[in-house]
């Protein structure tokens, strides 16, 4: 079955460090995976996918994802934090009744 | 503005009381799934639809749970006899269905259910 666990539930960086979110993931068939970011009191909003056309990931707010099948990792960074960053990420992973599932989610702090 | 929308955003009940949400999707997406998130976790998912049938249940979908998308279009997710247990973020989304399987999930602001 698939599924993806996250490291850390809490990351806190310095405004302009690199941001490293970590993300494994379990899967029988290629995985299609998804990273997404949740404000407070807000939904998901997706950061961007991996669906097997490209290892290395580009999303929205200059985060990107590259995908390692040797590591079974997908891991979310950013070359330069932003306060506006903090927030909850989510990785996730399409399940084989076309269910997400997520991992519990890593809450960024950016300290200034 | 042509994302999902969820009615209503906070809902306070009593133990007991049953309680009736509302998801509108995206209007061309087929797909609508409806995801329970407790504090401090990730969304689980409890149900999904394609179109007006429901094509699966998650085991935590108990029989207080029920979910109809009548026309395909938006759905209501109803909890009878509410339990303090029951509190938690109520989340909707729905997707277009695309070819290889990789679709992507569009969600809703969320239903927040708090059970006194």
């Known amino acids: 079955a698939q599924s993806v666990t996250q490291l850390g539930s809490h990351v806190s960086v310095s405004e302009g460090a690199l941001v490293l979110l970590r993300c494994n993931y379990s899967?029988?068939?290629?995985?299609?995976l998804f990273w997404y970011v949740q404000y407070p009191n807000q939904g998901l909003q997706l950061l961007l996918k991996?669906?097997?056309?490209?290892?290395l990931v580009k999303g929205i707010n200059g985060f990107e994802a590259e995908f390692k099948k040797s590591e079974t990792s997908f891991h979310l960074t950013k070359p330069s934090a932003h306060m506006s960053d903090a927030a909850e990420y989510f990785c996730?992973?399409?399940?084989?009744?076309?269910?997400?599932?997520f991992g519990a989610g890593t809450r960024l702090t950016v300290k200034p | 503005d042509t994302g999902v929308s969820q009615n209503p955003r906070h809902k306070i009940t009593k133990r007991g009381q049953n309680v009736t949400f509302r998801c509108d999707p995206i209007s061309e997406h087929n797909r609508l799934y409806w995801y329970r998130q407790t504090l401090g976790q990730g969304p689980e998912f409890l149900t999904y639809?394609?179109?007006?049938?429901?094509?699966?249940k998650s085991r935590l979908l108990s029989d207080r749970f029920s979910a109809e998308r009548p026309k395909g279009s938006f759905s209501t997710l109803e909890i009878q006899r509410t339990e303090q247990g029951d509190s938690a973020m109520y989340l909707c989304?729905?997707?277009?269905?695309?070819?290889?399987?990789?679709?992507?999930?569009?969600f809703g602001p969320g239903t927040r259910l708090t059970v006194l």
């Open positions: 991996y669906t097997s056309a490209a290892t």
């Open positions: 989304a729905s997707s277009p269905i695309s070819a290889g399987g990789s679709n992507e999930q569009f």
């Open positions: 899967s029988s068939v290629p995985p299609y």
């Open positions: 996730a992973v399409i399940g084989n009744n076309n269910d997400m599932r």
């Open positions: 639809f394609q179109n007006e049938a429901q094509l699966e």
